[in-house]
């Protein structure tokens, strides 16, 4: 009997850890997400996010296609970029702001269609999803 116990708690042990609890999981998963604002400023440099897999981020910012990932559970955000193409172009800096926006980010919230990156210092990033 207690092998059997041990069994199932192996299984559902198992189980949990394989289900995605990260955004992806709450809402922002099968949908691109634009930048709109940036700490209460309109972004005009077309910025998007998608979550195409769990625990994986992709960015298309003006210039560059960057991949990276986010494996805390919801409502916790982490990026870690992974690659990203190299390319010049003239909202570099304005990529640049956002790379480091991204990597300052630990909180998330989705509210249909608005994801909203922030910390518990200053930065609030908000997204509305592409349809």
Same mark, same amino acid.
């Given at each position: 009997?207690?092998? @059997? %116990?041990?069994?199932?708690?192996?299984?559902?042990? /198992? /189980?949990?850890?394989?289900?995605?609890? /990260?955004? &992806?999981?709450?809402?922002?998963?099968? &949908?691109?997400?634009?930048?709109?604002?940036?700490?209460?400023? $309109?972004?005009?440099?077309? $910025?998007?996010?998608? !979550? *195409?897999?769990?625990?994986?981020? $992709?960015?298309?910012? *003006?210039?560059? &296609?960057?991949?990276? %990932?986010?494996? @805390? *559970?919801? *409502?916790? !955000?982490?990026? %870690?970029?992974?690659?990203? %193409?190299?390319?010049?172009?003239?909202? @570099?800096?304005?990529?640049? #702001?956002? #790379?480091?926006?991204? +990597?300052?980010? /630990?909180?998330?919230?989705? @509210? +249909?269609?608005?994801? #909203?990156?922030?910390? $518990?210092?200053?930065?609030?990033?908000? !997204? &509305?999803?592409?349809?």
């Amino acid at each position: 009997m207690i092998k @059997l %116990t041990s069994l199932f708690l192996a299984i559902a042990l /198992t /189980t949990q850890c394989s289900q995605d609890e /990260t955004l &992806r999981a709450y809402g922002a998963a099968d &949908r691109l997400w634009r930048l709109q604002e940036l700490n209460g400023v $309109t972004f005009s440099a077309d $910025t998007q996010l998608s !979550f *195409p897999e769990k625990e994986q981020v $992709t960015v298309q910012g *003006p210039c560059n &296609r960057m991949s990276g %990932t986010n494996k @805390l *559970p919801y *409502p916790w !955000f982490s990026f %870690t970029l992974k690659s990203s %193409t190299k390319k010049a172009c003239p909202d @570099l800096s304005q990529e640049n #702001i956002v #790379i480091d926006a991204l +990597n300052n980010a /630990t909180l998330v919230e989705i @509210l +249909n269609d608005v994801m #909203i990156l922030s910390n $518990t210092e200053d930065l609030n990033m908000v !997204f &509305r999803a592409v349809d």
